[in-house]
């Protein structure tokens, strides 16, 4: 069965600071993985996603993440925070073992200073 | 085009009464899934529904029930409600089950169960 990892439930960054958000998965076969933010009273946002064409993936608003098969990890990164990415965010995998079915891990709350 | 819709916003019920939630999928889409979330958690998978069958289940009570119907709407029912099934509900549609689908997700039912 599909499991998610994220290492740290809240990092807190200065605003122009790098993000770092860490993500390990476990999966039986082959799965995608995704990244999706949820701001406040907000619905759930897809910010990138791993469909094997590359390693290193880029998404919305300047995140990328890098899939390593080895480390079994898919870390999320943005060279410079803004206020407006203070949010929680999920790592996300998926490899059809039941259905397309999205395994959600618990979140790292972001908290952006200014 | 219009994003998953879901309705009501926020819904209040008593111990041992039955809920219907409902999600109208994006255009195009044939694929509905659910997931109950947590206050201050990730969301867990209920099931999916593709072309109106069940394609998948999580580990959730058969009280637990839901629908498709031919234009790709979906209920979720859930029978003898228990306090701790007061969480968010989210509805995400899908243009398919492949593996490297996005799920777009609705805004979510708040259910409080008192």
């Known amino acids: 069965a599909q499991s998610v990892t994220q290492l740290d439930s809240h990092v807190s960054v200065s605003e122009g600071t790098p993000v770092l958000l860490r993500c390990n998965y476990s999966?039986?076969?082959?799965?995608?993985l995704f990244w999706y933010v949820q701001h406040p009273n907000k619905g759930l946002q897809l910010l990138l996603k791993?469909?094997?064409?590359?390693?290193l993936v880029k998404g919305i608003n300047g995140f990328e993440a890098e899939f390593k098969k080895s480390e079994t990890s898919f870390h999320l990164t943005k060279p410079s925070a803004h206020m407006s990415d203070a949010a929680e965010y999920f790592c996300?995998?998926?490899?059809?073992?039941?259905?397309?079915?999205?395994?959600f891990g618990p979140g790292t709350r972001l908290s952006v200073l200014p | 085009e219009t994003g998953v819709t879901q309705s009501p916003t926020h819904l209040i019920k008593t111990r041992g009464q039955q809920v219907t939630l409902r999600c109208s999928s994006q255009?195009?889409?044939?694929?509905v899934s659910w997931y109950q979330q947590a206050l201050g958690q990730g969301p867990q998978f209920i099931f999916q529904?593709?072309?109106?069958?069940?394609?998948g289940r999580g580990n959730f009570p058969p009280r637990f029930s839901g629908l498709q119907f031919p234009n790709y709407s979906s209920e979720l029912n859930v029978n003898a409600l228990e306090l701790d099934d007061s969480a968010l509900y989210l509805c995400?549609?899908?243009?398919?089950?492949?593996?490297?689908?996005?799920?777009?997700f609705g805004p979510g039912t708040r259910l409080t169960v008192l």
């Open positions: 996300v995998v998926s490899d059809l073992t039941y259905g397309q079915n999205f395994v």
């Open positions: 999966s039986s076969y082959s799965p995608s």
């Open positions: 995400a549609s899908s243009p398919g089950t492949g593996l490297y689908n996005e799920q777009f």
């Open positions: 255009s195009g889409h044939n694929t």
């Open positions: 529904y593709y072309r109106e069958e069940e394609n």
């Open positions: 791993y469909t094997s064409a590359a390693t």
